[in-house]
């Protein structure tokens, strides 16, 4: 991938209808604010039980959409990236219709997880102890047949999803059928969703054990044998994005957006400071993204005892202020209040997460766009949304609150605010400047301040960031006939 930020978009909800609309807009008002674009699932039906992550057909582009030459077209202007759901597959799909059918006689009865195909000896309750999953729930549904037969289903997620068998010969099929689709539309870069659940075996976890980083290991020799760059999205303790970043091409900096929240909560750096000496650089940077905030992604793992990014009190504390911030909107949309498929996520928009305060949202997105990586931008923080509680009152879907269909009036309402246009001002920037391509150091840190400097020959960009009282200034060197330095103020105002 260029080292440019990215979109992260649903078709319909952002541009209006389809890869066209998209593809003009991209193109229109957001010209130059970005270099390549995450479509979120694509695949038939984008309206499934969980957004488009449970596909029917995963080598089918949802016909409301456009096709696989409307792929190809958008791909053929700017870098695509698509999900490859590895963990599971819709119960309206061919492949388990047919299942249920015929029972053992389905040419797909090995693509399918049962409680029984993992624990074929039987299950002990150590065993489910020892299972961990985004759901405080057991991940199996009781299925009966057509043939009459009970079978414990492993479902992860929702009943909806039915875990498949990736190890199996019909799984390896599965997933190779759907890598050469994407490849052949142009697209340039893979997100393995939910592939630390992709492994089961008993006795263990069933989250990124051995056999799940080399499962991950073949997938991403599959992926870049067809040109295709991947990227793992894991939850978890930023020790396992460690381990992961090592495998792969890019991995997730699921750590920064918590870190970044007690930065300006807290009014404390040393947190993100201590992790901008250990992260990886092969990270893909976000705020927000299509699910939770991950807070849980700062905190310890606590099957080892090892220390987190922030102490327990510190997530406390964390979480208290995201509720506090967005008026109790979060806490409508989080855990049990409503139907969550992960419980150790906060739902609400990152800008409701900062109150709505303008010149805080700006810092956060220059601390994203200045640490090294990718950063991709999700479209309704892009838009500077709030919480969709209409959507939420609808559904009764917790990530449903961030995941807001924006009208073309609405759009274009949000693109006029000043702090988008600032946003975008910022995006263009990270995009052109050629400092960006060089050395990236943390200067002279202090305990309420914070400098960010890239440098490449005579190119300079630096971030300097005050806390007390909150001031932010982006200053950089011009190149070509333009004398001077360019200098961008997000927050506390011209000196």
Same mark, same amino acid.
């Given at each position: 991938m260029n080292n440019q930020a990215q979109l992260i978009a649903y078709v319909d909800r952002l541009a209006g209808g389809s890869f066209g609309d998209l593809r003009e807009l991209l193109e229109g008002p957001l010209a130059g604010a970005f270099g390549g674009v995450h479509v979120l699932p694509f695949f038939h039906p984008i309206d499934g039980a969980d957004a488009g992550f449970d596909p029917i057909d995963h080598t $089918?582009?949802?016909?409301? &959409? !456009?096709?696989?030459?409307?792929?190809?077209? &958008?791909a053929a202007r700017t870098e695509v990236m698509a999900d490859v759901i590895v963990n599971h597959i819709s119960r309206r799909s061919p492949q388990f219709e047919d299942f249920n059918r015929r029972g053992p006689d389905s040419p797909y009865a090995g693509l399918f997880l049962t409680a029984a195909h993992v624990f074929p000896d039987g299950v002990t309750v150590s065993d489910l102890l020892a299972l961990e999953g985004p759901r405080p729930t057991l991940p199996f549904t009781k299925h009966r047949n057509a043939q009459g037969e009970q079978l414990l289903l492993w479902t992860t997620f929702t009943s909806e999803q039915i875990d498949i068998d990736v190890t199996h010969p019909e799984g390896r099929r599965y997933l190779t059928g759907i890598l050469d689709r994407l490849q052949s539309a142009g697209v340039r870069a893979i997100r393995l969703d939910a592939v630390g659940y992709a492994i089961k075996k008993a006795g263990t976890s069933c989250f990124m054990i051995p056999e799940t980083h080399t499962f991950i290991a073949h997938l991403t020799a599959q992926a870049r044998a067809r040109g295709m760059e991947v990227l793992v999205e894991v939850h978890g303790p930023y020790q396992t994005q460690l381990a992961v970043a090592r495998q792969v091409d890019w991995v997730y900096d699921f750590a920064l957006p918590p870190l970044v929240l007690h930065l300006l909560y807290a009014?404390?750096?040393a947190p993100l400071r201590r992790w901008l000496d250990v992260r990886p650089n092969n990270a893909v940077t976000v705020l927000d993204t299509h699910d939770g905030i991950g807070v849980a992604d700062a905190a310890g793992d606590t099957a080892s005892g090892s220390p987190g990014l922030l102490p327990p009190a510190a997530i406390t504390s964390l979480i208290e202020t995201i509720h506090e911030r967005s008026r109790g909107e979060s806490r &409508?949309?989080? !855990?049990?209040?409503?139907r969550n498929v992960d419980a150790h996520q906060i739902n609400c928009t990152f800008y409701d997460a900062l109150g709505r305060r303008d010149d805080e949202y700006l810092v956060a997105r220059a601390i994203q766009c200045f640490v090294p990586g =990718?950063? $991709? =931008?999700y479209y309704v923080g892009l838009l500077a949304g709030t919480n969709d509680m209409e959507r939420l009152r609808r559904t009764g879907e917790g990530r449903d609150v961030n995941r807001h269909s924006y009208s073309a009036a609405e759009r274009q309402h949000a693109l006029q605010q000043p702090v988008v246009t600032t946003l975008l001002e910022l995006l263009r920037l990270r995009n052109t400047h050629p400092a960006f391509q060089g050395r990236f150091t943390v200067e002279d840190p202090s305990a309420h301040a914070l400098a960010l400097r890239w440098e490449a020959g005579e190119h300079v960009a630096r971030f300097e960031l005050d806390l007390a009282p909150v001031r932010a200034v982006v200053t950089c060197s011009t190149h070509g006939t333009d004398p001077g330095a360019r200098v961008l103020h997000l927050a506390g105002g011209r000196p």
């Open positions: $089918q582009v949802d016909a409301r &959409l !456009g096709d696989w030459d409307d792929v190809a077209a &958008l009014r404390d750096v &409508l949309a989080s !855990g049990d209040a409503a =990718i950063p $991709q =931008i």
